[in-house]
């Protein structure tokens, strides 16, 4: 581990330009094969990062990180001087203040949360008031539920994130908008407010960078998010690197559900060129770096060709007066790029599609009946994470389905199949559910079924894979994320490991919100990797654990 003092921001090198046609000759000449084949870093990075039992004689429950042979703490947080701070402060841009309050929406949250982003329907143009909506309910201050860590105040986000280690920046590169002129804009959460980057529309920078994905040359704003890893990686070490994509998958599921409600047209797209991306967001793409775009809305007319890219260097106050290096942050991220119009092009050209072993003899069709008066800004700004469930009651089979259904319709997105299963598996450990014995059970989305794996009562099980933390015994529902790292490394290269975490943790942001929405609670959490794919075995065999959300009925902390 190496430390390094704190710089401002840098910007790398301009963007050339390649015509429609030049790029598509160049991908007929490319290999279908992921050209990052390498894919033993991807594999080796998350070893390194698994936690496992390490118990000793004072502490059974200790966990560790890493491999089974080379185990250290989980946890860094060792010199409080240098803590991070959770917000990107431009030293000296004009701030542009955002509307505060937001007229409601009609469409209710559980239909906000089931739109995939492609719908014919969504028609709606995006303006200032979108981008001060998209900013705050999915990277903004909650502005209620202030606490104390070390005696400092600590602002909760909109969107939940890992230990509250707030580590993501959206970006939104803007052609002329009704109420805004066009341009390339920093979010800033601590003000709420844009700040502008550049002047003039650049989106075309970002036409050419994903290999001309048709989605983003015909949208009127794309989201960039960004993480700076350091952020997080002062608690969490290079553990950091996944839960960049799982917090952009959390933080993403409140930005979907805010377009949907809006009649916004979406796509994630996670396919283009990493330095390019960086370079016009004039972020270094080391320290911090683009994970994935969004483009928002749709226009008849593609967006205007850039022809030249002046780096940008707007000084920013330094995230804190040293910084650690986690080496297989770096490792990671530098195996994961894609260098090439031609690379990202090929690369979201052959989404995988998985078949699925179904058992129909022990499915159980969904009920998912519920209805919600909440719209997705109530459902979001109600949102935090409880971690106290009420055993004595048992969740409505009907609430249950429509939590589960409501989630899992799948997102638009560059480099996955529209109607295709997703990258994950969904295991779910049942405790207290409404005329379903508990066991474990895998849900199917697409025939829209849970089947039965195994009956029996886990929650002592569950504790234990969830880091023992009480509250996976108590949740009702245990909805645990995995999947065949294999195949999806295979077909997406090292990048394809963000991509599924990302995916997981948007299904799983989407059920923290219809619990809301449904009246139930839930929370994220952490877990013992390799114990959480054996315990799903036989049927898990070979998966990895990407991720685990709980939901259930809130027991007051006060009760007994
Ligand atoms: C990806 C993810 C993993 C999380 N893991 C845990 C966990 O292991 N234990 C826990 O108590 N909370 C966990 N949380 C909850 C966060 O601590 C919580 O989101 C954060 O403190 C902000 O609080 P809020 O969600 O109430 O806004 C997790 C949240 C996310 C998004």
């Not at 509250?164 to 066009?182: I, T």
């Not at 619990?515 to 390799?530: E, Q």
Request: aromatic share 8%.
């Amino acid at each position: 581990m190496t430390i390094v003092p704190a710089h401002t921001e840098c910007a790398s090198l301009p963007i050339e330009r390649l015509g429609r046609e030049a790029i598509l000759e160049v991908v007929a000449n490319e290999p279908s094969a992921p050209t990052n084949a390498d894919t033993i870093i991807a594999r080796e990075f998350h070893m390194a990062t698994s936690y496992r039992l390490a118990p000793i004689a004072e502490n059974p429950e200790r966990v560790g990180m890493g491999a089974p042979d080379e185990i250290g703490s989980p946890i860094w947080q060792e010199d409080w001087s240098i803590e991070p701070r959770p917000y990107k402060v431009y030293l000296d841009l004009r701030p542009i203040p955002l509307p505060r309050s937001f007229a409601p929406t009609r469409m209710s949250a559980l239909d906000a949360l089931s739109r995939r982003g492609d719908e014919p329907s969504a028609t709606g143009v995006p303006d200032l008031q979108a981008l001060a909506r998209f900013g705050r309910l999915s990277n903004g201050l909650l502005e209620r539920g202030m606490s104390r860590r070390q005696g400092q105040p600590i602002e909760f986000r909109t969107a939940g994130g890992t230990g509250a280690r707030y580590h993501l920046e959206l970006y939104f590169v803007c052609g002329d908008l009704p109420d805004l002129e066009a341009g390339v804009y920093h979010y800033a959460a601590q003000d709420h407010a844009l700040r502008q980057l550049r002047r003039g529309d650049f989106r075309g920078a970002l036409v050419t960078a994903t290999g001309e994905e048709l989605a983003i040359t015909h949208a009127p704003v794309v989201m960039a998010m960004t993480s700076t890893f350091w952020r997080n990686a002062w608690r969490y070490k290079a553990r950091a690197y996944r839960h960049a994509f799982w917090d952009a998958g959390t933080s993403l599921a409140n930005f979907l559900g805010v377009s949907a409600s809006l009649e916004l047209a979406t796509e994630v797209v996670l396919g283009f060129v990493d330095a390019d991306v960086n370079a016009l967001l004039g972020v270094d793409g080391e320290r911090e770096a683009t994970l994935a775009l969004c483009a928002v809305g749709r226009n008849a007319t593609p967006a205007p060709r850039v022809t030249a890219l002046e780096p940008i260097a707007h000084a920013t106050e330094p995230v804190s007066s040293a910084e650690v290096t986690f080496p297989q942050i770096p490792r990671m991220r530098a195996a994961s790029q894609l260098h090439s119009r031609a690379e990202a092009a090929v690369w979201r050209g052959n989404a995988l599609h998985r078949s699925l072993v179904v058992n129909s003899a022990s499915l159980t069709p969904l009920a998912p009946t519920e209805t919600t008066q909440l719209t997705i800004e109530q459902a979001i700004l109600a949102r935090r994470s409880t971690r106290h469930y009420d055993t004595a009651r048992r969740v409505r089979f009907e609430a249950f389905s429509t939590v589960l259904d409501s989630s899992a319709r799948g997102f638009a997105a560059d480099a996955l199949a529209a109607n295709a299963p997703p990258l994950h598996d969904n295991y779910l450990i049942v405790n207290g559910v409404e005329g379903k014995e508990p066991g474990i059970y895998l849900y199917h989305p697409g025939a829209r079924a849970i089947e039965l794996l195994r009956y029996g009562e886990f929650r002592q099980q569950a504790r234990r894979l969830a880091f023992f933390q009480d509250y996976a015994a108590d949740a009702h529902v245990n909805s645990y994320y995995l999947a065949d790292l294999e195949s999806i490394l295979e077909r997406y290269g090292n990048r394809g490991y963000g991509v599924v975490q990302l995916e997981s943790a948007l299904f799983a942001g989407r059920l923290h919100l219809a619990a809301h929405a449904v009246g139930l609670r839930a929370v994220g959490s952490t877990s013992l990797d390799d114990e959480v794919v054996e315990f799903f075995s036989p049927r898990a065999a070979g998966s990895s654990y990407m991720f685990v959300t709980v939901f259930g009925f809130r027991r007051s902390r006060h009760e007994p």
